[in-house]
């Protein structure tokens, strides 16, 4: 059971650790122009989601696991907008993310035998769009052949942050569990693989 919440606990630990180096990779860099902030906006929507598919609105374990990524990713996108000099682009968006996340919650704590009963539905948009998120980022890469503002050490703690993730949720044998986890890990490898290389 020790191993078991260790396990559990990766998502959180490795998720926000890994979204603060990309914000300080970020922060660093002059080029983004190997950035998408499309995987990050991908990665917001996959941690709402995920956050639903775990089922467990009162474990602490839940919000490191994706509320505080999601909101670290909120901060990168508004940074890449800054890099930009797009402070329209910022309001918009962090108005929007307010509504939503905000409609969110209250949606979850007012209904929670609702959510409860569509968690694995809802895990299947998880399944789906979290390897998305890091294959548009992958493709980024590809079509800008460098990783100018990509966080080679962050893509490596989210591949550890996504086996992690398999066991928070805790349904160990849903199709839907093993394509968020492990097809997107297999995704972060490729990204690292390409950083180190190229």
């Given at each position: ?5 260790i ?27 190997s ?17 639903i ?15 505080l ?45 609702t ?84």
């Amino acid at each position: 059971m020790r191993g078991k919440n260790i396990l559990s606990s990766l998502p959180g630990i490795c998720f926000t650790t890994s979204d603060i180096m990309a914000l300080v990779k970020l922060y660093q860099s002059k080029n983004v122009s190997s950035f998408s902030p499309d995987t990050a906006l991908v990665f917001i929507l996959t941690n709402f989601a995920g956050f639903i598919f775990a089922n467990k609105p009162n474990n602490i374990y839940t919000y490191l696991g994706f509320m505080l990524p999601a909101l670290i990713d909120t901060l990168i996108i508004c940074l890449y907008y800054y890099k930009l000099d797009q402070w329209s682009s910022i309001y918009i968006f962090l108005l929007g993310i307010t509504i939503w996340t905000t409609m969110f919650f209250w949606y979850v704590f007012t209904f929670p035998n609702t959510v409860s009963k569509y968690s694995n539905s809802v895990g299947m948009i998880s399944g789906i769009i979290n390897p998305l998120g890091v294959f548009l980022q992958l493709i980024k890469i590809y079509k800008t052949n460098a990783c100018h503002g990509v966080s080679i050490v962050s893509w490596r703690l989210q591949l550890i942050g996504n086996i992690g993730l398999y066991f928070l949720t805790g349904k160990l044998t849903n199709i839907f569990n093993i394509t968020q986890s492990f097809l997107t890990a297999f995704l972060n490898l490729l990204i690292i693989l390409k950083c180190a290389t190229g």
